[in-house]
């Protein structure tokens, strides 16, 4: 092999090897992190048990429980969350499905269905 083949190749390794790969934006949202894990774990469960009694798969309400309370941690702190009245809690349940509703996990397994 001659040095100008040998040039050639080097210089296309290093051009290549240098070329700035692009990478994915991720939107950085500030939650609020004075929520306590206990309550972050408590507001996910509450959501959670909802789906429950309808025997929807994990794999669909998991994302949804995810995204309402982030909805939750962005835009209320946790002492707002307890004094919440009812009728006001009623009111924020259109909000977080209007928010959240579709969100899926990546690539959910296919779970198999069990006759009964």
Do not use: H
């Not at 290093?14 to 774990?41: A, D, H, W």
């Amino acid at each position: 092999m001659d040095i100008q083949k040998i040039i050639v190749c080097l210089t296309s390794l290093l051009i290549i090897g240098c070329t700035p790969i692009k990478k994915e934006v991720v939107e950085k949202t500030e939650l609020n992190v004075k929520y306590p894990s206990i309550e972050v774990r408590s507001m996910w469960q509450a959501c959670a048990f909802q789906f429950v009694p309808l025997r929807i798969s994990p794999y669909v309400y998991a994302p949804f429980c995810d995204c309402a309370v982030d909805f939750m941690r962005k835009r209320y702190s946790m002492e707002q969350v307890k004094a919440l009245k009812p009728e006001e809690s009623r009111k924020l349940g259109p909000l977080i499905n209007k928010e959240c509703q579709g969100k899926k996990l990546p690539d959910a397994p296919i779970q198999p269905s069990i006759a009964t």
